[in-house]
């Protein structure tokens, strides 16, 4: 199995806080009870020293390291899945994901996935941690995904996200009007009843979304969004929040809209939209190894591009009734 090391400096606002749960802040891609069994088993320190205590309090400034081995991905199947790869080199590719394709094995999703993919494209990845996963999209989520093919590349890329370091822009349809662009900043959790979902929550994780208005259709709006922090379903969530679900996801109260009077043709167009119109459209960072400033583009699909088409079309067909 494949030696890791994950590092991290605990932030000031940890003061306090046990070490399992601020390692479970610092290392979001591990679950809390994988923590603290590295932990009791010795394989965390802090400035340099050892610290298997998992209720112990952090103070705020110290470096942590964690160095274990992790099981290599052998145990999935390697399937020959087309992947569209925007950029490949020795330690990473970018691929644009389309919709219907599960990032990460699951319950429900025993094969089939990016991961699979991955595993058949480059069969040494399996000696990475996840493949070499280093951030998800969901299911039904386009666009650009980093993936590490080597440990030193993914350590370095998860620490540059756990950092702020790589940008991500989405392109979405929200539901409503906006008039001007502006920051969702509320935190995030588990859903206290639906625990498959997420909600904003007191008591959550930090989020932060930030959003411009790129258009505007008749009860409906096209967005840019920047994601400052990565929270599962984070976007589908703040525009929840705020009141501005977006146009197809139903998880998260999307449902179809249509104004007044609108045609079939343009009816139907949205009914057949069968998942959040959302796409990871541009994604920035600095290359793992060599540092170099690199960002990519993916084009919207074909899906999104004739709902955007069908959206312009019935506010040109409409634009004489509208009073904003």
Do not use: C
């Not at 399937?79 to 429900?108: M, W």
């Not at 959790?189 to 994780?205: D, E, I």
């Not at 146009?247 to 809209?257: E, F, I, K, S, V």
Request: glycine share 6%.
């Amino acid at each position: 199995m494949p030696q890791i090391t994950l590092s991290a400096v605990v932030a000031p606002e940890h003061m306090g806080q046990r070490l399992d749960q601020t390692l479970a802040e610092l290392f979001p891609d591990y679950s809390r009870s994988r923590l603290k069994v590295w932990i009791e088993e010795g394989k965390v320190s802090l400035n340099g020293q050892l610290a298997n205590v998992p209720r112990a309090k952090v103070f705020g400034g110290e470096t942590v390291e964690i160095n274990v081995e992790i099981e290599d991905e052998n145990r999935f199947e390697a399937q020959n899945i087309p992947l569209d790869i925007v950029y490949e080199d020795d330690d990473i590719l970018v691929i644009n994901k389309p919709k219907d394709l599960v990032v990460h094995p699951g319950a429900g999703n025993p094969s089939g996935t990016v991961l699979n993919a991955l595993l058949y494209h480059y069969p040494a990845i399996a000696e990475v941690p996840r493949a070499g996963i280093v951030h998800r999209l969901d299911k039904d989520t386009t666009g650009l995904m980093v993936v590490a093919k080597t440990i030193p590349a993914q350590t370095q890329l998860v620490r540059d996200l756990q950092k702020r370091k790589i940008t991500r822009e989405y392109e979405a349809v929200a539901s409503g009007i906006m008039t001007k662009g502006g920051t969702v900043e509320q935190p995030m959790a588990r859903h206290p009843t639906k625990r498959t979902l997420m909600a904003v929550h007191p008591l959550g994780k930090p989020a932060v979304t930030h959003y411009r208005v790129m258009e505007h259709f008749r009860n409906y709006t096209r967005l840019r969004l920047r994601l400052e922090t990565g929270r599962t379903h984070q976007i589908r969530v703040h525009m929840a929040h705020i009141a501005h679900p977006l146009l197809g996801d139903q998880t998260y109260g999307g449902r179809p809209r249509p104004p007044k009077d609108a045609d079939e043709q343009f009816l139907t167009v949205l009914r057949n939209f069968k998942r959040q119109a959302l796409h990871a459209v541009m994604l920035r960072l600095h290359h793992p190894i060599s540092g170099e400033l690199m960002e990519w583009y993916a084009p919207l699909p074909m899906d999104f591009v004739e709902l955007i088409q069908a959206l312009k079309a019935d506010y040109q067909a409409h634009k004489d009734e509208l009073d904003y």
